[in-house]
C-alpha cells in the first residue's frame, strides 16, 4: 500500500494588504497555522492609505 | 527595535532629529526615521529606518534610544533568515500604484498641482498632511476647480505598455470628486476627462447616477496637454467627442493613476517560476482563478488582474480555501487553540473592583489629569485597587493586569482608557487569562469622548473623565458572570443552486472533508454556463462542466439532488433544518451551514424586434445555438451587438458585467470564422475592465467596428424584404447611420430571480434589485448578517464564471471556519424575557433585525439565543420592560445614569 503522503498544515501568505490578511484570517480560523510574511513595518497595505472606500463611502480605515 | 518592550509611546519618534518624505502621505509630509506608518498601524510598534537614521549613516545620535523610557531601541538587531515548512503558499504582494514621474504628458513631475490619485486620498483623509482640509500643495489654498484625468497609466500601450485596464479608477475617481465636493467649502467644480465610464460592479451605476446629480461632470474625451499658469493653476486643452478643441482652467489635477505590478513582484515571481499574464499580472485560468501555475502556489488580489477591495476580500477567502483543500489531513496539527485557567465563582461576593487609568502615552494624560482621575476613582463604591497605566495595552502591562486581579482578588474591572470597540476584547482576553469570567467587565472612554474633544479644556476634560468612570463604576458592581451557549455544529452543508458556483462549492466542501447537500431544482446541473460557449480567456466551457459533473459522481461526500427544491428552512448557524421537495417526496437534511448559489435569469426584451424576428437573439441563445450546431457563425456576413439591453436604465439601474466582454468575444469568434464579415458593436460604454481590454483591442485591430450611442437616442431595429436594417445616431457624425445586418445580438440584462422565499427562511436580505445582500459590501462579500449562511455567484450580483468559481472557493472557506470548529461559542450578552411582564403584544419579534424573538404555545415572546446579537431594540420598544439585555441590564443603564 503507498505510504499516505505527509502534508504540512501550515501555509504561508506573501503579502500583508487586505487579501492577505483576509487569507491568514481564514486559514487560522479553519485550523491552519498562517506565516504572514510583510515586508512594510505595518500591516495593511495600500487600503490603509485610502481615505473613503466605493460605493459606500466607509472609511477605509 | 524590541517589539515586547516598545508601548508605542513616541517618544523615539519625538526626539528623532532626522525628517524625511512620508511614504504613508505619498511623501506631502515629513516623518521621522524612528517611526511608526500611521496612528493604526497594527502592530502598533514603532521602528527606525536604518538608511535614513543618523546613527547607522554616520555613527552618532541614538537620541531614540535616550529618551525610549522602556529601552526598547536596540541597535544590535541583524537580519535573520529563517527556514520555515509550510503545505502551501498565497501570493498577495498586491500592486503599485502606477508612478506617472517618467512621462512628460502627464506634467506630473513638473508641475506642482498635478497629483496622483493615491496623494489626493492623503489630501482628503484626516490622518493626511492637512488633517483633511482639501487644499492643493503649491499654495495650500483651497481649489475652486479640479479636473480628473482617467486612464493614466492604463489602457496605455504608447508610452507605458499597460495595454489594461486598471478596473478601479473610474470608480475611485468618482469617489475622490463626490467627497471632494463634501469637503469644500465653496461650490466645488469637479470635472473628470474619461474614455469610457466603467461603473460595472454591485452599486457602482447607482454611484455614478449619484454624482452626476450631486453635479460632478463628466467629459468623454481624452486630454491633449496640460500647461501651467502663472499663479500655478493648470490649463487643460482637450477636444470634445464631436471633435471641437476646447480649453478649461484648473486649480488642480489629480491623475487617476492605474494599477501595475512592482518589478519587486514580477522578479519574485519569476524566481518562484510562476507564469505572468500579458499585463504581468500573475496567470491564472477562468476556471481555477486563485491557482498560479507552480503547483501549491495560490494567488489573490490585485495581483492576480487589478481588481477592487471587495474582490481581493473575495479571492482572498478562495485562495484560503484552495491553499487548504489538499492540507485538510493536517488541519490543526500546528495550529494551537488557546487554554486558560479555570473560571473564578463570584456569585455573591461582595463586588472588588479594580480601576485602571490609562494615560495612552500623551493621548489622554496630555489633556487629563490621569493622577486626579486615579485618585478620585480610590474614592468611589466597592473600588478595592486603582492603578495608572502609561499604556494599558501593552503587552506587559496585561501580563501586570492579570496578576494584579489574581493578587488582589479583584472580581470586577474598569479600564478608562479608549473604546470597547477596538480594545474591548483585548482586555477581556486578560480577565479570563486571570480567571474571571469576561463579562465582568467595563470600559469609561476618556480617550475619543474626552481627552480628544476637549484638548483645549483640560480642567473640565478631567471632571469628565471621572464621571466618566464613576459612571463606570456604578455599572461594574452590578455586573453578573455570563455563560456563553455552547453550539453543537453539524458538519455539512447544504448547497442551494447547481450552477458552476454550486458545483464548484460542493467540491471545494468535499476536497475539506465536509459532506454536502446539493440541490438543483432543474433536471441537470450545470445552470446557465450550460448556455455559455466560452470564457474570456476563449476556453470552452462544455467540456469543463462535463469534467465537474463528472467529479461530483464520483464524490462520495456529496449527495446531489435533481428536480428538487427547498419547502422549509429553519434553524441557525451550525443547526440547520431544512426540508426538500423533489421527486421523491420530502426529505428533511440537518446541515450546519447553508450556501446560496441560486443564480440569476437572462432578461428577455420586448423591443428591437425579439421575440418576432429569429435573427435578433440574446446572447445566450447564440451561444446555445451554435454550440447545438443550429448556428454556423462563418455564415454571418453582417452581425450588429446592441449592448445595454436592459441594463443601466431605469427598470434595471445596473451594469450586468458581463456583456460587452461577451459581445467582443463573439464578435472575435463571427471574425475567426469569417474575416469577412461586417461586425458592429452598438455600445454606450465599452467595459472590458483588466485584462479584457486587450480583447477589445484585438476586436478594433481585426476590424470590428464600436459605435456609441446613448439612452435618449436608442438604436432601433426594422425587417426589410434583405435582411434587418439596424439605425443609429453617430455622435461623432451626427447623423444617423444605417447598418445592414442578418443577426442582431443583444446583450440582455442579467435579472435577479428575486427568491422572496430563501430570503425568509434563511433570514437574509436582498437589494432593491433583487440581489442578495451581504454582510458587509467591502470585507464580507460572501458573509451574510445571519451567521452560518454564505453565498456564491450570480445570486449576488452579475459576474463573469471566473468570479463565481472564486467567490464559490470563498463561501467554502467562509463556510469552513464554521463547520471546523466542533462547537461554537456564542456571546453571552443576549435578551433575556421575563415572561411574567410579557403580555405577547408582538412589538418585540416585529422589531427584531435577527427574526431572533418566537411565540411560545402561551402566545408569549421568547427568545432564541443563538440568533440573538445583543442589539437592545427588544429592550427599547417593549411596554412592558419584559426583555432585558445581558451584560447591559436596565439596572446596569439605570446606575450608570443615576451616577451621573
Same mark, same amino acid.
Given at each position: 500500500?503507498?505510504?499516505?503522503?505527509?502534508?504540512?498544515?501550515?501555509?504561508? !501568505?506573501?503579502?500583508?494588504?487586505?487579501?492577505?490578511?483576509?487569507?491568514?484570517?481564514?486559514?487560522?480560523?479553519?485550523?491552519?497555522?498562517?506565516?504572514?510574511?510583510?515586508?512594510?513595518?505595518?500591516?495593511?497595505? !495600500?487600503?490603509?492609505?485610502?481615505?473613503?472606500?466605493?460605493?459606500?463611502?466607509?472609511?477605509?480605515? | 527595535?524590541?517589539?515586547?518592550?516598545?508601548?508605542?509611546?513616541?517618544?523615539?519618534?519625538?526626539?528623532?532629529?532626522?525628517?524625511?518624505?512620508?511614504?504613508?502621505?505619498?511623501?506631502?509630509?515629513?516623518? =521621522?526615521?524612528?517611526?511608526?506608518?500611521?496612528?493604526?498601524?497594527?502592530?502598533?510598534?514603532?521602528?527606525?529606518?536604518?538608511?535614513?537614521?543618523?546613527?547607522?549613516?554616520?555613527? =552618532?545620535?541614538?537620541?531614540?534610544?535616550?529618551?525610549?523610557?522602556? *529601552?526598547?531601541?536596540?541597535?544590535?538587531?541583524?537580519?535573520?533568515?529563517?527556514?520555515?515548512?509550510?503545505?502551501?503558499?498565497?501570493?498577495?504582494?498586491?500592486?503599485?500604484?502606477?508612478?506617472?514621474?517618467?512621462?512628460?504628458?502627464?506634467?506630473?513631475?513638473?508641475?506642482?498641482?498635478?497629483?496622483?490619485?493615491?496623494?489626493?486620498?492623503?489630501?482628503?483623509?484626516?490622518?493626511?498632511?492637512?488633517?483633511?482640509? $482639501?487644499?492643493?500643495?503649491?499654495?495650500?489654498?483651497?481649489?475652486?476647480?479640479?479636473?480628473?484625468?482617467?486612464?493614466?497609466?492604463?489602457?496605455?500601450?504608447?508610452?507605458?505598455?499597460?495595454?489594461?485596464?486598471?478596473?478601479?479608477?473610474?470608480?475611485?475617481?468618482?469617489?475622490?470628486?463626490?467627497?471632494?465636493?463634501?469637503?469644500?467649502?465653496?461650490?466645488?467644480?469637479?470635472?473628470?476627462?474619461?474614455?469610457?465610464?466603467?461603473?460595472?460592479?454591485?452599486?457602482?451605476?447607482?454611484?455614478?447616477?449619484?454624482?452626476?446629480?450631486?453635479?460632478?461632470?463628466?467629459?468623454?474625451?481624452?486630454?491633449?496637454?496640460?500647461?501651467?499658469?502663472?499663479?500655478?493653476?493648470?490649463?487643460?486643452?482637450?477636444?470634445?467627442?464631436?471633435?471641437?478643441?476646447?480649453?478649461?482652467?484648473?486649480?488642480?489635477?489629480?491623475?487617476?493613476?492605474?494599477?501595475?505590478?512592482?518589478?519587486?513582484?514580477?522578479?519574485?515571481?519569476?524566481?518562484?517560476?510562476?507564469?505572468?499574464?500579458?499585463?504581468?499580472?500573475?496567470?491564472?485560468?477562468?476556471?481555477?482563478?486563485?491557482?498560479?501555475?507552480?503547483?501549491?502556489?495560490?494567488?489573490?488580489?490585485?495581483?492576480?488582474?487589478?481588481?477592487?477591495?471587495?474582490?481581493?476580500?473575495?479571492?482572498?477567502?478562495?485562495?484560503?480555501?484552495?491553499?487548504?483543500?489538499?492540507?485538510?489531513?493536517?488541519?490543526?496539527?500546528?495550529?494551537?487553540?488557546?487554554?486558560?485557567?479555570?473560571?473564578?465563582?463570584?456569585?455573591?461576593?461582595?463586588?472588588?473592583?479594580?480601576?485602571?487609568?490609562?494615560?495612552?502615552?500623551?493621548?489622554?494624560?496630555?489633556?487629563?489629569?490621569?493622577?486626579?482621575?486615579?485618585?478620585?476613582?480610590?474614592?468611589?463604591?466597592?473600588?478595592?485597587?486603582?492603578?495608572?497605566?502609561?499604556?494599558?495595552?501593552?503587552?506587559?502591562?496585561?501580563?501586570?493586569?492579570?496578576?494584579?486581579?489574581?493578587?488582589?482578588?479583584?472580581?470586577?474591572?474598569?479600564?478608562?482608557?479608549?473604546?470597547?470597540?477596538?480594545?474591548?476584547?483585548?482586555?477581556?482576553?486578560?480577565?479570563?487569562?486571570?480567571?474571571?469570567?469576561?463579562?465582568?467587565?467595563?470600559?469609561?472612554?476618556?480617550?475619543?469622548?474626552?481627552?480628544?474633544?476637549?484638548?483645549?479644556?483640560?480642567?473640565?476634560?478631567?471632571?469628565?473623565?471621572?464621571?466618566?468612570?464613576?459612571?463606570?463604576?456604578?455599572?461594574?458592581?452590578?455586573?453578573?458572570?455570563?455563560?456563553?451557549?455552547?453550539?453543537?455544529?453539524?458538519?455539512?452543508?447544504?448547497?442551494?443552486?447547481? *450552477?458552476?458556483?454550486?458545483?464548484?462549492?460542493?467540491?471545494?466542501?468535499?476536497?475539506?472533508?465536509?459532506?454536502?447537500?446539493?440541490?438543483?431544482?432543474? @433536471?441537470?446541473?450545470?445552470?446557465?454556463?450550460?448556455?455559455?460557449?466560452?470564457?474570456?480567456? @476563449?476556453?470552452?466551457?462544455?467540456?469543463? $462542466?462535463?469534467?465537474?459533473?463528472?467529479?461530483?459522481?464520483?464524490?462520495?461526500?456529496?449527495?446531489?439532488?435533481? @428536480?428538487?427544491?427547498?419547502?422549509?428552512?429553519?434553524?441557525?448557524?451550525?443547526?440547520?433544518?431544512?426540508?426538500?421537495?423533489?421527486?421523491?417526496?420530502?426529505?428533511?437534511?440537518?446541515?450546519?451551514?447553508?450556501?446560496?448559489?441560486?443564480?440569476?435569469?437572462?432578461?428577455?426584451?420586448?423591443?428591437?424586434?425579439?421575440?418576432?424576428?429569429?435573427?435578433?437573439?440574446?446572447?445566450?441563445?447564440?451561444?446555445?445555438?451554435?454550440?447545438?450546431?443550429?448556428?454556423?457563425?462563418?455564415?454571418?456576413?453582417?452581425?450588429?451587438?446592441?449592448?445595454?439591453?436592459?441594463?443601466?436604465?431605469?427598470?434595471?439601474?445596473?451594469?450586468?458585467?458581463?456583456?460587452?466582454?461577451?459581445?467582443?468575444?463573439?464578435?472575435?469568434?463571427?471574425?475567426?470564422?469569417?474575416?469577412?464579415?461586417?461586425?458592429?458593436?452598438?455600445?454606450?460604454?465599452?467595459?472590458?475592465?483588466?485584462?479584457?481590454?486587450?480583447?477589445?483591442?484585438?476586436?478594433?485591430?481585426?476590424?470590428?467596428?464600436?459605435?456609441?450611442?446613448?439612452?435618449?437616442?436608442?438604436?432601433?431595429?426594422?425587417?426589410?424584404?434583405?435582411? $434587418?436594417?439596424?439605425?443609429?445616431?453617430?455622435?461623432?457624425?451626427?447623423?444617423?447611420?444605417?447598418?445592414?445586418?442578418?443577426?442582431? *445580438?443583444?446583450?440582455?440584462?442579467?435579472?435577479?430571480?428575486?427568491?422572496?422565499?430563501?430570503?425568509?427562511?434563511?433570514?437574509?436580505?436582498?437589494?432593491?434589485?433583487?440581489?442578495?445582500?451581504?454582510?458587509?459590501?467591502?470585507?464580507?462579500?460572501?458573509?451574510?448578517?445571519?451567521?452560518?449562511?454564505?453565498?456564491?455567484?450570480?445570486?449576488?450580483?452579475?459576474?463573469?464564471?471566473?468570479?463565481?468559481?472564486?467567490?464559490?472557493?470563498?463561501?467554502?472557506?467562509?463556510?469552513?471556519?464554521?463547520?471546523?470548529?466542533?462547537?461554537?461559542?456564542?456571546?453571552?450578552?443576549?435578551?433575556?424575557?421575563?415572561?411574567?411582564?410579557?403580555?405577547?403584544?408582538?412589538?418585540?419579534?416585529?422589531?427584531?433585525?435577527?427574526?431572533?424573538?418566537?411565540?411560545?404555545? @402561551?402566545?408569549?415572546?421568547?427568545?432564541?439565543?443563538?440568533?440573538?446579537?445583543?442589539?437592545?431594540?427588544?429592550?427599547?420598544?417593549?411596554?412592558?420592560?419584559?426583555?432585558?439585555?445581558?451584560?447591559?441590564?436596565?439596572?446596569?443603564?439605570?446606575?450608570?445614569?443615576?451616577?451621573?
Amino acid at each position: 500500500m503507498a505510504k499516505a503522503k505527509q502534508v504540512t498544515g501550515a501555509v504561508m !501568505v506573501v503579502g500583508g494588504g487586505i487579501a492577505g490578511m483576509q487569507s491568514a484570517l481564514d486559514l487560522a480560523n479553519s485550523g491552519y497555522y498562517v506565516y504572514l510574511v510583510e515586508k512594510s513595518p505595518a500591516i495593511g497595505g !495600500v487600503m490603509s492609505q485610502l481615505d473613503k472606500t466605493f460605493p459606500t463611502n466607509d472609511c477605509a480605515m | 527595535m524590541d517589539l515586547d518592550k516598545c508601548i508605542a509611546c513616541g517618544a523615539c519618534s519625538d526626539k528623532c532629529p532626522k525628517r524625511i518624505p512620508n511614504e504613508y502621505n505619498e511623501g506631502l509630509d515629513k516623518r =521621522k526615521a524612528a517611526y511608526v506608518r500611521y496612528a493604526q498601524a497594527v502592530p502598533l510598534k514603532y521602528g527606525i529606518d536604518a538608511e535614513n537614521c543618523i546613527y547607522f549613516q554616520k555613527g =552618532k545620535c541614538k537620541a531614540c534610544q535616550k529618551f525610549c523610557p522602556t *529601552g526598547a531601541v536596540n541597535y544590535e538587531q541583524q537580519e535573520e533568515v529563517r527556514d520555515i515548512q509550510v503545505g502551501s503558499v498565497i501570493i498577495s504582494a498586491g500592486f503599485k500604484p502606477f508612478d506617472p514621474t517618467p512621462y512628460v504628458q502627464y506634467s506630473y513631475a513638473n508641475f506642482t498641482n498635478v497629483v496622483t490619485a493615491l496623494e489626493f486620498e492623503r489630501i482628503l483623509a484626516a490622518s493626511g498632511p492637512w488633517m483633511g482640509h $482639501l487644499v492643493r500643495p503649491s499654495d495650500e489654498a483651497e481649489p475652486k476647480k479640479i479636473a480628473w484625468i482617467q486612464c493614466v497609466g492604463s489602457r496605455e500601450v504608447n508610452t507605458c505598455d499597460h495595454p489594461y485596464c486598471s478596473a478601479v479608477c473610474c470608480m475611485y475617481a468618482i469617489k475622490e470628486a463626490v467627497i471632494a465636493k463634501e469637503h469644500s467649502h465653496t461650490d466645488l467644480d469637479a470635472a473628470i476627462f474619461f474614455m469610457d465610464m466603467r461603473t460595472f460592479g454591485k452599486d457602482f451605476e447607482r454611484y455614478y447616477e449619484g454624482a452626476q446629480e450631486d453635479g460632478v461632470r463628466f467629459i468623454r474625451s481624452r486630454i491633449h496637454s496640460i500647461s501651467e499658469l502663472e499663479d500655478r493653476s493648470l490649463q487643460i486643452e482637450y477636444a470634445t467627442e464631436d471633435g471641437q478643441a476646447r480649453v478649461e482652467t484648473f486649480d488642480m489635477v489629480v491623475l487617476s493613476q492605474g494599477l501595475e505590478t512592482a518589478p519587486e513582484t514580477i522578479e519574485l515571481c519569476q524566481k518562484l517560476d510562476i507564469d505572468l499574464s500579458p499585463g504581468k499580472f500573475i496567470s491564472t485560468s477562468c476556471f481555477e482563478p486563485v491557482t498560479t501555475s507552480r503547483p501549491g502556489v495560490y494567488v489573490c488580489g490585485a495581483l492576480a488582474g487589478p481588481k477592487d477591495i471587495p474582490l481581493s476580500v473575495m479571492e482572498a477567502s478562495a485562495a484560503a480555501c484552495a491553499a487548504a483543500g489538499k492540507l485538510s489531513s493536517a488541519r490543526g496539527s500546528l495550529a494551537q487553540e488557546q487554554e486558560f485557567p479555570e473560571e473564578r465563582p463570584v456569585a455573591g461576593d461582595v463586588p472588588r473592583v479594580g480601576v485602571f487609568v490609562c494615560s495612552c502615552g500623551i493621548n489622554i494624560a496630555g489633556v487629563v489629569d490621569v493622577e486626579a482621575v486615579a485618585e478620585y476613582a480610590k474614592t468611589l463604591p466597592y473600588v478595592t485597587y486603582v492603578r495608572n497605566n502609561l499604556f494599558s495595552c501593552s503587552q506587559d502591562t496585561q501580563d501586570k493586569m492579570a496578576e494584579v486581579i489574581a493578587e488582589e482578588g479583584l472580581n470586577r474591572v474598569v479600564v478608562a482608557a479608549c473604546t470597547p470597540r477596538t480594545h474591548e476584547p483585548l482586555f477581556q482576553e486578560t480577565l479570563v487569562n486571570a480567571g474571571l469570567n469576561k463579562y465582568l467587565f467595563e470600559m469609561a472612554n476618556i480617550r475619543n469622548q474626552d481627552s480628544w474633544v476637549h484638548s483645549g479644556d483640560p480642567e473640565a476634560a478631567t471632571e469628565k473623565a471621572m464621571d466618566l468612570v464613576r459612571m463606570a463604576v456604578a455599572k461594574a458592581a452590578l455586573l453578573a458572570p455570563l455563560q456563553e451557549v455552547q453550539l453543537e455544529v453539524t458538519p455539512g452543508a447544504m448547497v442551494i443552486g447547481g *450552477g458552476v458556483s454550486g458545483m464548484n462549492a460542493a467540491l471545494n466542501l468535499a476536497a475539506q472533508g465536509y459532506s454536502c447537500h446539493l440541490v438543483e431544482r432543474d @433536471n441537470a446541473l450545470g445552470g446557465n454556463a450550460r448556455s455559455l460557449r466560452v470564457t474570456a480567456q @476563449n476556453q470552452p466551457i462544455a467540456p469543463y $462542466l462535463e469534467e465537474l459533473r463528472e467529479r461530483i459522481e464520483a464524490e462520495p461526500l456529496i449527495t446531489v439532488h435533481l @428536480n428538487t427544491v427547498i419547502k422549509e428552512g429553519e434553524g441557525f448557524v451550525g443547526n440547520f433544518k431544512t426540508t426538500l421537495a423533489g421527486d421523491s417526496g420530502e426529505e428533511v437534511v440537518e446541515h450546519g451551514v447553508t450556501l446560496i448559489c441560486t443564480g440569476a435569469g437572462e432578461y428577455k426584451p420586448s423591443e428591437y424586434l425579439y421575440g418576432e424576428d429569429p435573427r435578433v437573439m440574446t446572447h445566450l441563445e447564440i451561444d446555445q445555438a451554435v454550440l447545438g450546431g443550429d448556428l454556423d457563425l462563418s455564415e454571418v456576413n453582417k452581425a450588429v451587438f446592441i449592448q445595454c439591453v436592459g441594463s443601466r436604465d431605469p427598470e434595471h439601474p445596473y451594469c450586468s458585467k458581463v456583456c460587452c466582454t461577451h459581445s467582443v468575444e463573439s464578435a472575435l469568434a463571427i471574425k475567426e470564422a469569417n474575416p469577412e464579415a461586417q461586425v458592429v458593436i452598438l455600445y454606450r460604454d465599452i467595459r472590458t475592465f483588466g485584462e479584457r481590454e486587450l480583447l477589445y483591442k484585438e476586436a478594433r485591430s481585426k476590424g470590428v467596428l464600436f459605435v456609441r450611442y446613448d439612452l435618449e437616442h436608442k438604436p432601433e431595429v426594422k425587417a426589410t424584404d434583405d435582411g $434587418l436594417m439596424v439605425t443609429v445616431r453617430d455622435h461623432v457624425l451626427d447623423r444617423d447611420l444605417l447598418i445592414e445586418a442578418d443577426l442582431v *445580438g443583444l446583450a440582455t440584462a442579467i435579472v435577479s430571480h428575486k427568491s422572496n422565499d430563501l430570503a425568509q427562511m434563511f433570514k437574509i436580505p436582498m437589494d432593491s434589485d433583487g440581489w442578495f445582500l451581504e454582510a458587509h459590501q467591502k470585507l464580507r462579500p460572501v458573509d451574510f448578517a445571519t451567521d452560518g449562511v454564505f453565498m456564491a455567484g450570480l445570486a449576488h450580483y452579475p459576474k463573469p464564471l471566473e468570479e463565481a468559481v472564486a467567490q464559490a472557493q470563498a463561501a467554502v472557506a467562509r463556510a469552513v471556519t464554521v463547520l471546523s470548529s466542533k462547537e461554537m461559542m456564542l456571546p453571552g450578552t443576549v435578551a433575556t424575557i421575563d415572561q411574567r411582564k410579557c403580555v405577547g403584544c408582538g412589538v418585540c419579534w416585529t422589531v427584531c433585525p435577527y427574526q431572533a424573538i418566537d411565540q411560545d404555545e @402561551n402566545g408569549l415572546a421568547v427568545v432564541n439565543e443563538a440568533l440573538c446579537k445583543g442589539c437592545g431594540t427588544c429592550v427599547a420598544s417593549c411596554r412592558s420592560g419584559a426583555p432585558n439585555l445581558r451584560g447591559f441590564t436596565n439596572q446596569g443603564v439605570m446606575a450608570q445614569i443615576l451616577a451621573l
